[in-house]
């Protein structure tokens, strides 16, 4: 199949544009590069040795969205642009429900006027708020405390009404747990400017001297050992969740969790980043982050029923692969 990639350069688009030229589709980027670089998109066809068409622009941007479309027969879309930072979204609500939002409207018309009726959404297990674990796909969501988990939520119940009355269009609405993790060569992975929001990064970051400590937010949870428990999957996991989805897509809305199942606590997963690359990581807990929940992991067992899909790596692959392109990268 033709697939658009919007957000292709950003960090899971990128990966799962390796999967997706792996299984034999053909792919087209849609990225404005307001998060990540066009080198990525080098660094895509220098894994796989095939090509990639690369379209920097606003997927807001109705006319150059209709120019992407009336160049190629597209025959799905995988859609991950979007702004990300849930600190950055209560600071700036505007420029995350418009630029989400908007994106998500213009590319929907443009998929109409064109008769494309394959969509992937990237969701993000944050649209359950604070529910009882493991979260399942027929859980009623709660509020997420932040416009850019209210962006999800609304994308979501957009998407959903869409499918209604066009009962030819395939959605598949994929909630990601917490994607962290590398493409094993070590080319591309996760590089965020400034101080990460994520904790892989950060550790990746205090591990090669440019952080001085990691702060971890609480440890009084009510967790293994009182810090927070998270639902950590490989970024090479994920994008073959995108494939198998797109392969198995039938008519209707389809919602499948995309993590491994596990919950991980964070001084869990600084212990064995410890373990596994050999590398000292300085600590000190502080007080807790506001809107944080104390335990987060999915319920995978519709997407290995439905899709045929499960997590092939664990926390140590994704420790050493997160590092591995954190000491290959010169950003
Ligand atoms: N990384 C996570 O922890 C996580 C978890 C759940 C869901 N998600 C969702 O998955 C998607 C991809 O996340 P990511 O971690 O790869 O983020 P990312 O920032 O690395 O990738 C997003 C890409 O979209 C591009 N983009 C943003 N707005 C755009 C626009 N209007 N037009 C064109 N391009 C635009 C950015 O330049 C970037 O390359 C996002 O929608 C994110 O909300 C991410």
Redesign the pocket.
């Known amino acids: 199949m033709n697939i658009l990639v919007?957000?292709g350069?950003?960090?899971?688009?990128s990966h799962t544009c390796i999967a997706l030229l792996e299984a034999g589709h053909k792919i087209i980027v849609?990225?404005?590069?307001?998060?990540?670089k066009a080198e990525t998109v080098d660094k895509i066809k220098q894994i796989t040795n095939k090509e990639v068409t690369f379209y920097q622009?606003?997927?807001?941007d109705e006319k150059a969205l209709d120019y992407v479309f009336s160049n190629h027969s597209i025959d799905g879309v995988i859609h991950?642009?979007?702004?990300?930072s849930v600190g950055e979204s209560v600071e700036k609500p505007l420029e995350y429900y418009y630029?989400?939002l908007v994106?998500t409207m213009v590319l929907c018309k443009a998929c109409r006027n064109y008769g494309v009726k394959k969509f992937v959404f990237?969701?993000?297990?944050?649209v359950y708020g604070d529910n009882r674990v493991p979260f399942e796909e027929a859980m009623k969501l709660l509020p997420t405390t932040n416009p850019?988990g209210e962006t999800?939520t609304m994308i979501e119940r957009i998407l959903t009404d869409i499918a209604k009355v066009s009962q030819d269009w395939s959605v598949a609405l994929l909630r990601?747990f917490?994607?962290v993790g590398a493409h094993e060569s070590g080319l591309i992975g996760?590089a965020p400017n400034g101080v990460p929001n994520?904790l892989m990064p950060y550790i990746t970051k205090v591990a090669k001297g440019e952080l001085e400590k990691l702060y971890i937010f609480g440890d009084d949870y009510p967790t293994v050992d009182g810090t927070g428990v998270r639902d950590y999957i490989h970024v090479m996991d994920i994008a073959e969740g995108h494939v198998a989805a797109l392969d198995k897509l039938t008519s209707g809305v389809h919602i499948y969790n995309l993590g491994t199942g596990e919950g991980t606590s964070v001084l869990q997963l600084v212990k064995t980043f410890e373990e596994v690359n050999n590398i000292e990581i300085p600590y000190e807990i502080v007080e807790r982050r506001t809107g944080d929940i104390a335990i987060c992991y999915a319920d995978t067992s519709k997407a290995k029923k439905e899709l045929g899909w499960t997590t092939k790596r664990g926390i140590v692959e994704m420790c050493r692969d997160s590092w591995a392109f954190k000491t290959n990268y010169k950003g």
């Open positions: 919007t957000g350069a950003g960090y899971i688009g849609a990225d404005n590069l307001c998060n990540s622009i606003d997927v807001t991950f642009a979007g702004l990300k630029n989400n994106a990237s969701s993000s297990a944050t850019y999800k990601y917490n994607p996760e994520n």
